[in-house]
């Protein structure tokens, strides 16, 4: 029986029915892309997009939470808040930066600068162990947290450092090599949350200013270089 021999009623039935399938459809829809917008967000949020480290704030978040962890089984007087146990019994913060990166981009391009990032990402998480961490911290910019002590910490940054120095890169058939500078802290009793950071930071920005291609670490009285 042909649709418009239906009674009207059916006929009104019918189209709404299919009306608010195809209302249904759009809203669901609209909510699946809202979800994968929002899903982008979070993923975005803990993980950077292009080299799959932790993002800066996931990074800096676990670090507080670490910090907290250690400084108080290392040096809290109160004996209840000692973790004899605790996996994380000492604490090292790397900044890495890589070197020239502005040189790279205005000779190489976007995407052969980009692709020495993700090298270098790529590096980090071969070389850190199950028990360490690795974030991105700014463009250029890494950083490592490790649970080893001074001789720990320095080994790890000479290995990075070298092992990223034999990697070539190549764009329009024109293979180059890159750098990195370092800079690292270990965690005393006179750290706190942030000054812990900016050891490091500050180590990093006299890496870069004794010629790049080394690691500084941070000391009271003064800063060592291993080149």
């Known amino acids: ?5 239906q009674p009207w009623g059916i006929q009104a039935g019918f189209g709404l029915a299919f009306l608010l399938i195809v209302v249904a459809f759009f809203y ?12 982008a967000e979070v993923e975005s949020w803990l993980v950077d997009p292009l080299t799959g ?4 704030r996931r990074a800096m978040d676990i670090y507080y939470w670490l910090f907290d962890q250690v400084y108080a089984a290392l040096y809290k007087i109160d004996e209840d808040r000692r973790d004899d146990d605790a996996a994380w019994k000492n604490l090292a913060v790397i900044m890495f930066d890589l070197d020239h990166s502005r040189k790279i981009l ?29 974030g991105r911290y700014g463009d ?3 950083i490592v947290l490790l649970a080893t002590n001074l001789a720990g910490a320095k080994a790890f940054s000479t290995r990075v450092r070298l092992n990223f120095k034999k990697l070539r890169f190549e764009n329009k ?7 990195v500078s370092c800079g690292l ?3 005393d009793s006179d750290s706190d949350r942030d000054t812990f950071v900016e050891r490091a930071i500050s180590a990093l920005k006299v890496a870069k200013s004794s010629g790049r291609d080394c690691v500084a670490i941070w000391g009271r009285e003064r800063t060592e270089i291993i080149k």
């Open 1 to 5: 029986m042909e649709w418009f021999n």
């Open 28 to 39: 669901i829809r609209s909510q699946h892309i809202r979800i994968k917008k929002l899903q």
């Open 53 to 56: 480290l932790l993002s800066r």
């Open 106 to 134: 205005e000779i190489h391009g976007q995407a052969t600068a980009e692709s020495v990032a993700v090298k270098f990402g790529e590096l980090l998480k071969r070389e850190i162990r199950n028990a360490d961490l690795a």
């Open 140 to 142: 250029d910019e890494f």
């Open 173 to 179: 058939k024109k293979p180059f090599s890159a750098t």
């Open 185 to 187: 802290t270990v965690i």
